[in-house]
């Protein structure tokens, strides 16, 4: 059995949308920078060292990497004489940005003991202090983009802070709660399918005021009619897909994915342990009994495809979910309760061309390999997302608050 659970708790950070709005260029880079401040306010330093394997990162190293972005693209080429605040922090803190220089290897994060957690916030202090100033001397367009973008990549980083957390407290035998005040998964009945009409249609972003590189340019597709689920897959859903083989059953599965299942012994979505006859899991609120009537979280793109097999549906592609989300307004965004993976690989859109500067290796270099999630999840901050937005992992991963919504070809 499981310990108690122990908390620590971040309740009181900031519901509204910190990047987003009118507000001016100071307040948002304030919110943003504050919001992260947040998130940690209530984790040990201990906390936020560890580093509970590859693909996670220690929480204080995104307190110092998303600094350095400021530093590194806002800061040093546009402040005269900006001195960097420690000259070690770009090996440390670059994460792969080749043009930038070379790195700390990713794996290893955790090892890096110092800077301390002080010498970060420092840091972070340094670096608000100058980009205050820089904002207040006012921004041109070029500039006010580079401004979201680093925004937005602080953002990004905040949902990954909840992700390497929860990942790093689910080895802990104490399971701790990343945040006791977590609002529950809503629950509600199984979804049923909606009507969408085809056509062509117009992907992309529109004319928001920021936008990632990867969801430009805006472009024709052309849909056959097709339905949609209005909620997501239930852990009440999964359980009966568990209890009918599943798992076992490899004539539901691509064959990477099959091999992955059974080279890692899946038989549940990530973090689900059975306890007699009740199945419990990780979650950032801590150890909680899995409710069937919530959206299942924490599968891969392999089982959400054998999922969806099993189902007689399909997982949409990212086409038909953008455009579904635009037209149809009956489709519940409640269910931004988990990412939701797409049969979409990837790609870039036609006519697509990253800069050639360094923040042109922000996505585009990433485009291979990787799988489409649309959508956001509770750990999103408010605002971030978007109906153009291209979340990307790859197939086999699951340690990201990822779900699934249904297609079905019309018969
Ligand atoms: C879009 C979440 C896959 O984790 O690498 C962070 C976000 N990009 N810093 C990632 C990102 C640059 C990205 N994901
Ligand atoms: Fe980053």
Known sequence: ???????????????????????????????????????????????????????????????AHTTWFFETFLLGPNVPGYEVFDATYG??????????????????????TRPGVE????????????????????????????????????????????????????????????????????AGPAGR??????????????????????????HTVWLEPFELADRLVTNGQWLAFMALGGYRRPELWLSDGWAQCQAEAWDAPAYWQREGDTWFHMTPGGWQAVDPDAAVVHVSY????????????????????EHAVRSRHDLDQVDDTAWQWTASAYAPYPGFRAADDAVGEYNGKFMNGQMVLRGGAMATPPGHSRPSYRNFYRPGQRWMFAGVRLARDLA
């Open 1 to 63: 059995a499981i310990l108690d659970t122990c908390t620590t708790g971040t309740a009181g950070v900031a519901a509204t949308a910190a990047s987003a709005g009118p507000r001016s260029p100071a307040a948002r880079y304030d919110a943003v920078r504050a919001r992260t401040d947040a998130l940690v306010a209530a984790l040990q330093p201990e906390d936020m060292q560890a580093q509970s394997m590859p693909d996670a990162s220690p929480a204080k190293w995104h307190l």
């Open 91 to 112: 090996y440390l803190f670059n994460s792969y940005y080749e043009a930038v220089g070379p790195r700390h290897p990713r794996p290893m994060r955790g090892l890096v």
């Open 119 to 186: 010498q970060v916030r420092a840091y972070r202090a340094h670096v608000d202090a100058h980009m205050r100033r820089f904002i207040a001397a006012g921004l041109d367009a070029e500039r006010e983009a580079l401004l979201r973008l680093g925004l937005a990549h602080e953002e990004q980083h905040q949902e990954l802070l909840v992700m390497d957390v929860q990942h790093l407290f689910a080895q802990s035998p104490l399971k701790p709660a990343f945040d006791p005040a977590w609002p529950a998964t809503a």
């Open 193 to 218: 399918f909606r009507r969408v009409a085809g056509g062509p249609v117009r992907i992309g972003a529109t004319d928001e005021p920021f936008a990632f590189d990867n969801e430009l340019p805006r």
């Open 302 to 321: 392999y089982e959400a495809e054998a999922y969806a097999r099993f189902a007689g549906a399909r997982l949409p592609t990212e086409a038909e979910w």
